[in-house]
């Protein structure tokens, strides 16, 4: 019988020796914390749930740990470090729905964004990465308003 925790392990370890990383626990508890993860997490949130089963792991450590994941492409960084980073686990090529109300981020893909690239901006460089950011409401905070406005 198959054992999930030994196969996250053995995972992480190949991905580890991929990158010539030594394999820690504390970028095993980011890693496994993050994988298949699609709530776009700050550090913090990061941070308070490794620490549930790393008590002693800093603020920092897991900041460094997400931006070295970053740097390597295994998840994406959405914003610029001097702001509140919010981490991706998904580092393929897909768009964001930002909820003005809630603050959560939702996943979604326009197809073939690249080829609706405005010649302005090839002009100004090579283009490394194309995404859409909408601000709005989403659903449940719309459902939610909408209940109050009945009550």
Same mark, same amino acid.
């Given at each position: ?9 053995? +995972?992480? @370890? +190949? ?5 010539? %990383? $030594?394999?820690? *626990?504390?970028?095993? @508890?980011? %890693?496994? !914390? =993050?994988?298949?993860? /699609?709530?776009? *997490?700050?550090?913090?949130?990061? %941070?308070?749930?490794? &620490?549930? +089963?790393?008590? $002693? ?8 740990? =997400?931006?070295?994941?970053? #740097?390597?492409?295994?998840? @994406?960084?959405?914003?610029? *470090?001097?702001?509140? @980073? ?5 580092? $393929?090529?897909?768009?964001?729905? !930002?909820?003005? &109300? ?11 964004? #690249? /080829?609706?690239? *405005? ?12 995404? /859409? ?10 459902? /939610?308003?909408? &209940?109050?406005?009945?009550?």
């Amino acid at each position: 019988m198959k054992n999930p925790q030994n196969e996250l392990i053995q +995972e992480f @370890a +190949e991905l580890c020796r991929s990158v010539g %990383w $030594k394999f820690t *626990p504390a970028r095993f @508890a980011v %890693w496994r !914390y =993050l994988r298949g993860n /699609t709530e776009h *997490p700050v550090v913090d949130r990061v %941070w308070e749930n490794v &620490k549930l +089963e790393l008590p $002693k792991i800093s603020r920092e450590s897991v900041f460094r740990i =997400l931006s070295d994941f970053a #740097e390597r492409g295994l998840i @994406a960084m959405m914003d610029r *470090p001097n702001v509140l @980073a919010r981490f991706d686990a998904n580092p $393929k090529r897909h768009d964001h729905f !930002y909820c003005s &109300k809630c603050g959560r981020v939702f996943d979604f893909e326009i197809e073939n964004l #690249e /080829t609706l690239l *405005p010649e302005a901006a090839v002009k100004i460089g090579s283009v490394e990465h194309v995404e /859409t950011r909408i601000r709005g409401v989403c659903r449940e905070c719309l459902q /939610t308003a909408e &209940k109050q406005e009945v009550a």
